[in-house]
């Protein structure tokens, strides 16, 4: 097999406008089928994007036997309901973050992975960006000394109540939606799990939904600190700050597929002639995902994102709610 044949459960946003062309220029990936609830939706997004073929429900792509994987962009509350019934199909699963929105269901669906025999990984795409990568080595090369502050942060504008990322029952709101990428790369670069968590939350009135949040999450060996929000100006940014050095990486999350992402390193000058910039090559940071999982499942490569660290990141998002909820410190 050269490619992994890979099916598309929904015409989500995501998908139809990120994930999929991307996986379409994957050296490892062929997005063989996609399917819909609505046999109409899933006829108009297969032309549109010129997949082979399409179903009228999910149940019935999962059937498909020419099918080796499933990408699964469902809105929050349907990852692991869905990708557990992928893998009893026997499908291998790519599943877009948040993995779950309880610690319970996502032990179910490792257990799930376990019986079934399959592979399964949750698309956090930052994990396969070269940025990502780099900026880990350097911390592990000690070029900014030792590792111990982060701070990051996320934002964009979206106040339409019917938009799914607005609904509080389906897990919207900022600290799923965005919130999740601070907490992984905090994660990734300790390489440590945090000890405790403080929070402050705001809810829009309406919706409910969490629209402005500040988080501290404590490390053995440092701190991460982060903003997210869904009402205010699109931005986004993170620093490192090591014991003799820091490193800013300016487009850490949405990371462009038509210029270079930048990283900038500097030891603690105030002179902008003093601070190094690195740049990457132009890449698409989806088709590299596609190609890391495509890898891992015909044996070549390793789960870059599994579903034990979907598991971990669940639990310290849930900490933080409660910490937000219950105005305190909380033990992760």
Not at 197 to 210: H, I, K, L
Not at 219 to 243: D, K
Not at 253 to 268: K, L
Not at 270 to 299: K, N, P
Request: aromatic share 8%; with cysteine.
């Amino acid at each position: 097999m050269d490619r992994l044949r890979i099916g598309v459960l929904s015409t989500a946003k995501i998908g139809i406008e990120k994930v999929i062309p991307a996986m379409q220029r994957g050296q490892l990936t062929e997005v063989s089928a996609i399917s819909s609830r609505s046999a109409e939706k899933a006829r108009a997004a297969a032309k549109t994007l010129r997949i082979e073929k399409h179903y009228g429900s999910y149940e019935a792509m999962l059937a498909d036997p020419e099918i080796d994987a499933v990408y699964n962009p469902l809105p929050n509350h349907l990852h692991c309901p869905w990708s557990k019934k992928a893998m009893q199909a026997g499908k291998h699963v790519l599943c877009e973050k948040p993995l779950g929105l309880e610690v319970e269901e996502i032990e179910d669906l490792i257990r799930t992975r376990d019986e079934c025999g399959v592979k399964a990984a949750e698309a956090f795409m930052v994990k396969s960006c070269p940025q990502w990568i780099d900026a880990r080595e350097r911390v592990r090369g000690g070029e900014i000394g030792e590792l111990r502050m982060i701070q990051a942060f996320f934002s964009y504008d979206n106040q339409d109540p019917a938009n799914i990322r607005n609904i509080v029952e389906v897990g919207g709101g900022a600290m799923w939606d965005i919130g999740c990428y601070p907490v992984v790369i905090s994660r990734y670069l300790f390489e440590d799990e945090p000890l405790t968590t403080a929070a402050s939350m705001e809810f829009d009135p309406v919706m409910e939904t969490d629209r402005l949040n500040s988080v501290i999450l404590e490390f053995e060996s440092g701190q991460a600190s982060f903003g997210v929000s869904t009402q205010l100006v699109p931005y986004q940014r993170v620093h490192l700050f090591g014991t003799s050095g820091h490193l800013e990486v300016v487009i850490p999350f949405n990371a462009p597929n038509d210029r270079p992402c930048t990283i900038r390193h500097d030891s603690g000058t105030l002179v902008e002639e003093e601070v190094t910039s690195h740049q990457f090559e132009i890449m698409d940071q989806y088709t590299l995902q596609g190609d890391d999982f495509a890898r891992a499942v015909l044996g070549g490569g390793e789960i870059k994102s599994s579903l034990e660290d979907g598991l971990a990141n669940t639990r310290v998002i849930k900490a933080i709610f409660t910490a937000a909820r219950e105005k305190r410190w909380v033990t992760v």
